[in-house]
């Protein structure tokens, strides 16, 4: 059986944490890093022309590859049965374009805080109306195929990463190695994680009264298949039977990125966009955010531990023109805002000098009555003396 034989897609799911994710207009933000030269431009691109639909001109679908210099959003949706859900990726420029790469994590982490900050901001305003909320919900961290481990700088990211968001590692190119290779070098970086304790995503298993046994195989097929070993091409070739497939063309033939046999692109693609969606998105909201909001609330308390957020994250959105259209629509949301609650003001006002009005008036006809009234018993007191 294939991994995607069974299809839980999420318009499937019945329960009610499927209706809270659609109430919310269900958006999935994707974020990609790694070493520049590993192929996340590339694994993007395969994954919105395998998948994804309405992807934005901004895509360069039918461009060259240009090197990745700067944090860079791309947009798509994915539309099922009764369910549409807006993509966003983000894709980051590689480690090694960083000219100091000791922190260059530090681009990475303060998106990601940068995020919940923003969406902890629109949370306070007195609708609560968020507007823009790109909170990354996973982290897709490529590893470069060496086989040999992982880099202490690869440990000391993912560390960082694990602490704020869904961290899922990822074998880079994996094509480029064996697969006796590519057993190793999966259960050295396993190794490794669980020695370094890099918490990182793991498809929960239904614990609940009655799992599903087609769902639990699936969720046990992603788990160990992890880490997920990635083959991303933009180009199509003939697989033997007469169909284009995206694929790696070598002498001695092809390496298919739909293939269960030659990658794991389609369990990682299952994961992210259909079983494990709600999943991330949850535990972002419910985990993640939730443990950034807390840490800002209970102040800039000092701690030891580098690896949380403390401090508020300076406000550089304006620096990237990716952000500076959304910045900008965000300050005229809060003018609108502010517009709209005077308006609300004029009328109260309004109204209150409208009721005055009325008021005086049914005044005056009081009066007129008592007037009236006390003429009347005037004219009845003379009448009787
Ligand atoms: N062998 C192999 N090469 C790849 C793969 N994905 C991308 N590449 C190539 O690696 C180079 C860098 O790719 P790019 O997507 O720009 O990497 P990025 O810097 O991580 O965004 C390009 O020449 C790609 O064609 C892959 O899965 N296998
Ligand atoms: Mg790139």
Known sequence: MTSENIIVGVSNLPNQRFKIVSEQGGTFTLMVCGESGLGKTTFINTLFQTTLKHADPHQRRNQPIKRTVEIDVLRAILEEKNFSLRVNVIDTPGFGDNVNNNKSWQTIVDFIDEQHDSYMRQEQQPHRDVKFDLRVHAVLYFIRPTGHGLKPLD??????????????????????????????????????????????????????????????????????????????????????????????????????VENDNHCDFRKLRSLLLRTNLLDLILSTEELHYEAYRKLRLEGSGATDDQSVPVRAPARKLSHNPQFKEEENALKKYFTDQVKAEEQRFRQWEQNIVNERIRLNGDLEDVQTKVKKLEEQVRSLQLKRH
Not at 178 to 186: I, S
């Open 155 to 256: 440990i000391e990211t993912m560390k960082r990463i694990s602490t704020r968001a869904n961290l899922i590692p990822v074998i880079a190119k994996s094509d480029t190695l064996t697969a006796k290779e590519l057993q190793e070098f999966k259960l050295r970086i396993r190794q490794v994680v669980e020695a370094q304790d890099i918490r990182i995503f793991t498809p929960p298993l239904d614990e609940s009264e009655s799992p599903d046994p087609a769902v639990m195989e699936h969720a046990r097929q992603l788990i160990e298949s992890m880490p997920f070993a990635v083959v991303g091409s933009e180009t199509k070739f003939d697989n033997g039977q007469g169909t284009l497939v995206p694929a790696r063309k070598y002498p001695w033939g092809i390496v298919e």
